[in-house]
Every structure is written in structure tokens, then in C-alpha cells.
């Protein structure tokens, strides 16, 4: 008896392990916080050109936040800032590397995001990737967040807001996880021993210049960063919640991570990777309907 129960289990929990791979899921939005909700504005639709989606004030939990970005958020990426009252400045830290932005005139950009009060961290320069020849830069805005910008020749990129870097402190557990827990492809994995770093690019999209990725970044030598608290997480959409936070709890056996349990909303589920970097899986009916009735999901 003992043995067809455990049997029956382990059928249960394989079949949970494929599901990542099965579900359909979307990069949704990743949640910054910044000290001047209207500043944070002004900059990303003046300076970097994005769209002024969604925007919502709390009073009653003493905060406001908005939705930036550069299409519909049915079917783009996009940036969600939160501003709690009386809070002028977050800590960025350096575990949070930047978000980046694709466009076909790089230095066009540059330039206008210096006239809106940018800060120009490095200008842009053309390098060698893999057999590609790249032209990047990096900006920061008045929080200190950092954007790198990346020139693409198609004008019509189907996904400007294209990067979420993070760091992490095991690549090889980070690439094992993002793939098991959160059922993403690993488009590409490149190391640089002269600069003393390696990256892995995850999506769940086939082409990197077609979807927004999550840049993993190893950086030699470096036993542990330090995370801030300007950046929170990043949204995922899930067609099934409970099924999915089940599968995540299989895997934070094996690879580490945890079940976040504030969050009760069963079209809701949060948890943390290895490294501590918080995502939160949301039923996709759920959103859909929630952006249609202009509410926000909490």
C-alpha cells in the first residue's frame, strides 16, 4: 500500500516538474521603487519615450504607483514604479544591474536623454559580442537607476523595453532554476574571463531581439552583493497559479528558493529564487480582466 501511494507521488511530482515547461507565460512587468513619482514620469516619456500606461493612487496604504512602457500591457513589457509617501530615496545596491532599452539611434537617444537630465554613465561605443558587432551605453536616471541602451537597426522592434539584469551568485544554479521553476529558455551563455564576468540570457520567447529576456550576470570572485531596496520583482503570467507555485516548491528542494506565504490571493503566487530575487506568478485571465477594468492588481 505503501509503495503504490509513493509510486502515485512520484507520478504527481513529475508531472508537476514538466509543467513549467508546458505553461504558457509572459514577462508581465518588473516594480521599482523611486523617491519622485512625477520625476520617475517625466523622465521615462521625455527622456527614454515611453508611454504613460496605467496610474494609481493609495492613500489609504500611503502610496502611488504607475505603469510605464512602450506598448499595451496585454501583450508588452513594462515598468511599474512605486512612490510610498514621505520616502525620498531607495538604496539601489549592487545586486540590481539595469533594464535596457533597444533602439534604432543610439546616439540620438543619448542626446536626448542628457537634455532631459540623465545621467550619461558611459557613452555609447561599438564592441565585438559573439560575432556581432553591438553599439551600447549606459544612462542612469535621478534615482540612480541604470539603463542600458542598445542600438538595434529595426525601428520597429517588437519589444524596446528588451533586458531585466540581475546578478547572481551561481550561474550554473541560476540557469537550472530560471528553467525548471520558471519553465524560461536559455537563448545564449557567454563568458568573459578578461572582464572577469560570464551572463546567460532567459526568455520565454525563441529570439532575443523579439522579447524581453532576463540578463543572469556571474561576476568572478564575488561571494555576495548587496540587494537595496529600490528594486522589488518581476510579474509573471501563469495559466494556472496553484499549479505553478506547487511545481516552484518542488523544485526549491533541489535548487533552493522559497514560497513567499503573504500573499493569500489565489490568482496570486510569490516566491524567491536562490539568490533572493523575488517573482510573483499571476493567473493571465486574472491580469487581462484587471487591465481591462483599469484596476491594479496588489
Not at 163 to 181: G, H, P, T
Request: glycine share 8%; net charge negative; charged share 30%.
Amino acid at each position: 500500500m505503501a509503495d503504490s501511494a509513493d509510486s502515485s507521488e512520484a507520478v504527481a511530482n513529475s508531472e508537476l516538474l514538466e509543467w513549467p515547461k508546458k505553461d504558457k507565460r509572459r514577462l508581465l512587468h518588473a516594480v521599482y521603487r523611486v523617491g519622485d513619482l512625477d520625476r520617475t514620469i517625466k523622465f521615462c516619456t521625455e527622456a527614454l519615450g515611453m508611454k504613460l500606461l496605467r496610474k494609481r493612487d493609495v492613500p489609504e496604504d500611503k502610496y502611488s504607483h504607475v505603469f510605464l512602457g512602450f506598448g499595451p500591457e496585454e501583450s508588452h513589457f513594462a515598468l511599474e514604479f512605486i512612490h510610498y509617501y514621505g520616502v525620498t530615496s531607495y538604496e539601489v545596491g549592487t545586486d540590481f544591474g539595469h533594464f535596457a532599452i533597444a533602439t534604432p539611434d543610439i546616439s540620438k537617444l543619448v542626446e536626448n536623454i542628457r537634455a532631459n537630465g540623465g545621467i550619461i554613465e558611459k557613452e555609447p561605443i561599438s564592441v565585438e559580442f559573439e560575432g556581432m558587432k553591438l553599439k551600447l551605453g549606459f544612462v542612469k536616471d535621478p534615482d540612480g537607476c541604470t539603463y542600458e541602451l542598445i542600438q538595434r537597426e529595426d525601428p520597429n522592434t517588437p519589444e524596446p523595453l528588451c533586458q531585466v539584469m540581475l546578478c547572481v551568485e551561481d550561474l550554473d544554479r541560476s540557469i537550472n532554476f530560471y528553467e525548471k521553476a520558471l519553465g524560461m529558455k536559455q537563448l545564449r551563455r557567454v563568458a568573459w574571463p578578461e572582464y572577469k564576468f560570464a551572463i546567460a540570457f532567459m526568455a520565454y520567447g525563441d529570439n532575443e531581439d523579439e522579447t524581453t529576456i532576463i540578463e543572469l550576470t556571474y561576476q568572478y570572485g564575488t561571494v555576495k552583493h548587496t540587494k537595496g531596496n529600490a528594486y522589488s520583482q518581476v510579474a509573471i503570467s501563469t495559466e494556472d497559479v496553484i499549479k505553478s507555485g506547487e511545481a516552484a516548491k518542488l523544485l526549491m528542494e533541489e535548487l533552493g528558493g522559497k514560497i513567499l506565504p503573504e500573499i493569500t490571493n489565489t490568482k496570486i503566487t510569490s516566491f524567491v529564487d536562490p539568490d533572493g530575487w523575488k517573482f510573483v506568478l499571476v493567473d493571465n485571465e486574472y491580469f487581462l480582466k484587471e487591465l481591462q477594468s483599469g484596476r491594479v492588481i496588489e
